[in-house]
């Protein structure tokens, strides 16, 4: 292994890749390399390129961590993704409430030359977090005072299981700059820093609008193209089996295309126009389901005022294009130029509804089979309003103009 290598400054290149690219990269160091590289990543991260590694490496990994980081991340790799759990900190700063304060600070004294210490906390003999002490009390505080004199009773604490959407909504109005994690019979299990959870939120953020068209959320700009177009490619052949099923219904009715071929031109604007109509409602809803919003009983007063507004909005804009409709037929000489301005009307407005409702049903109904409500809902949208709006303007046409 080549001993120039500096860990903070491979740390700070291993951040750009996703976690298979960064495990690729570091494969070739020392055990221990890999170890303090990772450590400058904190536990999230690391966690997640950890796991690329073999079991057996995995292990040695972790056991050559200076300060014992290893043996925490693969405690916190057993807790669900997205959740505190996979982002928790060992907790040392550990004492008694009846521990004297000299004992308190002559014991940290060579534990915080190793790690970043910002709270004390205190727990019983069963291991219950019972107070939290902040160095400006221990400063000020008497030697022979106990923790139990200056520590604050009864602390906010978070738990392990908790996802990371609930905590950030827990911990917003605080901005402590740790939280200790205990388990649901309130054992000290460890710490989580606010600096962590909030460039969490931010990253699973960022990546949301890319799972909405099939971009995964490991992919990074510097992930190298062979895993970004495996991570790609799958998403873009399901959309090409959903626009084969658009172009089916635009099938169905070709002769009446053929037999007004003004239809053809009106079908990009009417697509496009439900398209949007459909992804407004699915930016609100996903949202919504990130801030918490849709609790019982909402998502179906949620998905009415989509599909309210769809009408609304495709009634407004479909005077505007059945204008267009009618202005161009009668330049044409199309002697059904009233008739077809009044089907674009008409489907465009009630596309509009099916679009909203589509927007904000598609994430819904992905959250209730369990899968991310994110991921490809996009695909899924614009699948179900073209063949909704296609379907109603060429069917009204066959229908009402012979």
């Known amino acids: 292994m080549n001993s120039t290598v500096n860990p903070r400054r491979l740390g700070d ?35 997640d390129i950890l796991q690329k590694f073999p079991a057996e490496r995995r292990a040695r990994i972790a056991a050559a961590t200076l300060s014992g980081e290893g043996e925490q991340w693969l405690k916190d790799w057993h807790y669900p993704e997205g959740s505190v759990g996979r982002l928790m900190d060992a907790s040392s700063a550990q004492f008694r409430p009846q521990t004297k304060v000299t004992d308190v600070v002559e014991a940290l004294r060579e534990a915080v030359k190793r790690e970043l210490i910002t709270y004390v906390f205190a727990t019983d003999d069963d291991g219950r977090l019972v107070g939290v002490v902040t160095f400006r009390e221990l400063l000020y505080a008497q030697p022979q005072q106990a923790l139990a004199d200056v520590m604050v009773r009864d602390p906010f604490f978070l738990h392990p299981e908790t ?9 917003v109005t605080r901005h402590y700059p740790v939280y200790p994690v205990c388990d649901v019979n309130g054992r000290l299990i460890g710490k989580v820093r606010g600096q962590v959870l909030f460039e969490q939120q931010a990253f699973d953020i960022s990546a949301q609008a890319g799972s909405m068209v099939g971009v995964e959320k490991e992919e990074r700009t510097a992930t190298p193209w062979p895993r ?24 169905l009715f070709q002769n009446t295309v053929n037999h007004i071929v003004l239809l053809a031109v009106f079908l990009p604007v009417l697509s496009g126009q439900c398209s949007n109509t459909g992804c407004q409602a699915l930016a609100v809803t996903l949202r919504g389901m990130t801030l918490n919003e849709l609790r019982v009983g909402i998502g179906r007063k949620l998905i009415l005022k989509e599909a309210w507004l769809g009408f609304l909005n495709g009634l407004l804009v479909g005077i505007v294009a059945s204008i267009g409709m009618f202005v161009i037929a009668r330049m044409e000489h199309n002697p059904h130029a009233l008739p077809l301005a009044c089907i674009t009307l008409a489907a465009m407005a009630l596309s509009s509804v099916a679009s909203g409702i589509a927007g904000a049903a598609v994430p819904l109904g992905l959250k209730r089979l369990g899968a991310d409500p994110a991921m490809a809902s996009s695909i899924f ?15 009204m046409a066959a229908w009402l103009i012979p």
């Not at 996802?163 to 911990?171: P, T």
């Open 13 to 47: 290149r291993i951040r750009e890749l996703d976690p298979q690219g960064a495990a690729d990269r570091l494969v070739d160091l020392s055990d221990a390399t890999i170890a303090q590289t990772l450590a400058e990543l904190g536990p999230g991260h690391a966690i």
């Open 163 to 171: 996802s990371l959407v609930d905590a950030m909504r827990e911990v």
């Open 228 to 251: 970004a177009l495996r991570f790609r490619h799958p998403w873009l052949q399901l959309n090409l089996l959903t626009a084969f099923i658009a172009a089916a219904v635009v099938g």
């Open 381 to 395: 949208l614009t699948t179900a309003t073209d063949v909704v709006s296609m379907g109603l303007f060429l069917g």
